[in-house]
């Protein structure tokens, strides 16, 4: 089992900067390869980010690609997203996801288990 709690969500301005953390316990989160997730309100949970379990490989929806990035600190068991340069439409509940495997994923089913959240907030 692995336990993840997310963390860092706000209120920011468009243009505006934030930096998630999600924070892992439990079984070793080293083995994990991680990902974030968002959910605007109507609309479906989307991929936004993810990396690899040791963090040599990335990949980003093309929405967020040059503006968002993924990292990890193994020795702290935590995954992070920086947000930059935030629009109004990235507003949305965001979610971190372990994924077992040494992969970095794309899709929800590769994920086994998820946090309760995160609400992000960029106003015009």
């Known amino acids: 089992q692995v336990q993840l709690v997310e963390s860092g969500g706000g209120l920011v301005q468009a243009g505006g900067s934030l930096r998630l953390s999600c924070a892992a316990s439990?079984?070793?989160?080293?083995?994990?390869?991680m990902g974030w997730f968002r959910q605007a309100p109507g609309k479906e949970r989307e991929f936004v980010a993810a990396v690899s379990w040791n963090g040599g490989y990335t990949v980003y929806a093309d929405s967020v690609k040059g503006r968002f990035t993924i990292s990890r600190d193994n020795a702290k068991n935590t995954v992070y997203l920086q947000m930059n340069s935030l629009k109004p439409e990235d507003t949305a509940v965001y979610y971190c996801?372990?994924?077992?495997?040494?992969?970095?994923?794309?899709?929800?089913?590769?994920?086994?288990?998820w946090g309760q959240g995160t609400q992000v907030t960029v106003s015009s």
């Open positions: 996801a372990a994924g077992d495997g040494t992969g970095y994923y794309t899709r929800q089913g590769s994920y086994d288990y």
């Open positions: 439990g079984r070793t989160f080293s083995s994990y390869a």
